[in-house]
Nanobody, 120 residues
Framework: QVQLVESGGGLVQAGGSLRLSCAAS????????MGWYRQVPGKERDKVAS???????NYADSVKGRFTISRDNAKNTVYLEMNSLKPEDTAVYYC??????????????WGQGTQVTVSS
């Protein structure tokens, strides 16, 4: 199995920055795409950004130019650098990834989430 642990969330004023990290551990043979999602109460979980195994990135329109996703394959870690934060960025942020793991099968895994709160 694979465990994803997020860190770096917290409270920040509008215009500030935060850096989220997500470290994967467990029996991992390979990692495909990884990404960050966010969810506010009563709404669906939305994709924020993703990064392929080759480093190709994709962003939601609402965060383009402000957020940057990156990954360190040697550390099985994905990051989300968030700048110029807005109150509407407030949400629980979840890490997600596609892993080749136990039984040599591909699976989709999620972290437990980390709260990001942006005050106005």
């Amino acid at each position: 199995q694979v465990q994803l642990v997020e860190s770096g969330g917290g409270l920040v004023q509008a215009g500030g920055s935060l850096r989220l990290s997500c470290a994967a551990s467990g029996r991992i043979f390979s990692i495909d795409a990884m990404g960050w999602y966010r969810q506010v109460p009563g709404k669906e979980r939305d994709k924020v950004a993703s990064i392929s195994s080759g480093g190709r990135t994709n962003y939601a329109d609402s965060v383009k130019g402000r957020f940057t996703i990156s990954r360190d394959n040697a550390k099985n870690t994905v990051y989300l650098e968030m700048n110029s934060l807005k109150p509407e960025d407030t949400a629980v942020y979840y890490c997600n990834g596609e892993f080749l793991s136990s039984g040599y099968t591909w699976g989709d895994y999620w972290g437990q989430g980390t709260q990001v709160t942006v005050s106005s």
